[in-house]
Every structure is written in C-alpha cells, then in structure tokens.
C-alpha cells in the first residue's frame, strides 16, 4: 500500500475534527442526499471503554462475509524475513479470516530499484505465503495509490467490513503525512508492530487503544489500535539488494523458498550493468 504526503490538509483545528466527524457519520446515496453511517469517531484512552463499544448505525456485513479481515502492504522489493515473519505473527495473534497483502507495484513516493518487475514480485509473494490459506495476495495497487483510495476499495468489495492495517512502527510514525489524513480512522483499525529491536509503536493521535480479544470480538468500529508486543527479525529489503548485488548470502534475510530467485535476480542484473 502507498502512502502520500498530504498538501494543505489541516490535521488539528477544529475545522478539521468537524470535517473527521462527518466523514465517519456520513456518506453519499448517489442522488445528492447523505446516509448515516456510523457515530463519529471518539478519542478515548480508556481500552476498556472503547474497545467493546458498537459504533451506532454501522452498516451491515455481507452474510458469509469474513468479519475479521488484515491488509498488509508495501513495494517488497524483493519480499524477506522481517515480511514473512509479520504475517505469520498476525495470524498467530489476531486469528484474521483473511489477511490481504497489497503489493504496491508501482509506490506512490519511492522508487523501486527496478530490477523486478510487478509480475515477479506478485509470484514470490504468492509463492511465499501459499501454505496460509487465510492469505491472499491481490493487486489492487497496480500504479501509484494513497492508501487512503485502497481502503475505499476495500469498503466497496467488502461492505460493512472495517479491516485491519497491519503496519510497522516506522510507518505508523509518518501516518500524518499520508494524503488524506486523518479520514484513516473512518475506514480501518491499525495493529502496530515494533521496531526490529523490540521498541514498542506509539500509537498515533487520536486512535483509541484496543486489545486483541477486543478487536476479535467485534471488528467493525473504526478508528482503533491493537499493539503487538513481538520480536521481528531485522531485516531490510535495501540490506537484502546490497548483499546480493556484491554476491554475499542472503539465506538468512530471505524466505527458503524464494531465496535463490531473490539473489539470481538483484544479482544478475547489477552483474549485466557493470559488464
């Protein structure tokens, strides 16, 4: 999922919270009228009281819907441990039904190194995730796209759902800047991962704390957080490109079974360049 730096967007006036309220209350019927949706979203630091609360007026969900559905994005340029890892602890700790990974194919503000190609990296993450059946790797993000338009797209294929935007802390430290914000807190919940070294997330402003069970029993209010307390490995899809553009193992930053696909290839090609 690709993240933007919002233009002109105030984030804390009263303008701005007045605005916040009414997105999460509202929203158009096609015919210039407006439906209620859902109460506004309230800030609270209370996990108790927030986080078995029913958001008043929410729309239904779909029968036979998953309830409890994860998003997972990034470029995965290439896929490594620290990726694979965070999924896994995902499902180990949340239980989701579905855990949709976004690729970003083509990143709203990074350049990719340009050695894979979309195709590519789609398949190794199918490849790497195909013995989870609850994963899904889709490609919603085929060009540049704020996440703020991949979660109105989830709203569309998924009505009622609220999902869950798995993120790590250094990500959740620049959700401020992402365009749009803060309307976020309409459509997901947030579950933080700490940094590699075991440093907890601070959750971001205005997002209400909520425990694991909490969100496992009722999913559909937005505007929460759930923090994970698990160690992931350190690992870096820049570190994983260096070492194998200089020829040096990547086994231990990589997933087995894409490992040698990952080397031939950011190797090769920066072998072909300097020939």
Not at 38 to 58: F, H, I, L, Q, W
Not at 66 to 83: K, Y
């Amino acid at each position: 999922m690709a993240v933007g730096v919002a233009s002109a967007l105030p984030n804390s006036s009263s303008n701005a919270a007045m605005r916040l309220d009414f997105m999460c209350c509202s929203s158009s019927n096609g015919d210039g009228s407006v439906a209620r949706l859902a109460a506004p979203c309230e800030t609270v630091g209370d996990d108790a009281a927030a986080s078995g609360r029913t958001m008043e007026g929410k729309r239904a969900v779909v029968n036979g819907a998953p309830r409890r559905v994860a998003l997972f994005g990034g470029s995965f340029d290439p896929p490594h441990r620290g990726h694979d890892a965070l999924v896994r602890a995902a499902l180990r700790l949340l239980e989701p039904e579905r855990l949709l990974v976004v690729p970003a194919l083509v990143p709203l503000h990074r350049r990719l190194s340009g050695r894979v190609g979309p195709e590519r990296r789609l398949a190794w993450l199918r490849a790497l995730w195909r013995d989870l059946p609850e994963v899904e790797v889709v490609d919603w993000e085929r060009r540049p796209t704020p996440t703020i338009v991949t979660l109105r797209r989830f709203a569309d294929r998924f009505p009622g759902v609220v999902p869950l935007l798995l993120l790590g802390a250094d990500a959740a430290a620049g959700m401020e800047e992402w365009v749009g914000y803060p309307e976020h807190r309409c459509w997901c919940n947030l579950a933080l991962f700490p940094r590699a070294g075991g440093e907890a997330a601070a959750p971001p402003a205005g997002w209400r704390l909520c425990t694991p069970e909490a969100w496992q029993r009722d999913p559909e209010p937005s505007g929460r957080v759930v923090r994970l307390a698990v160690r992931l490995p350190a690992v870096s899809a820049t570190e994983v490109r260096r070492r194998a553009r200089r020829g040096e193992a990547i086994d231990a930053l990589v997933p087995e079974a894409i490992a040698d696909e990952i080397a031939a290839s950011y190797g090769r090609v920066e072998r072909q360049q300097g020939a």
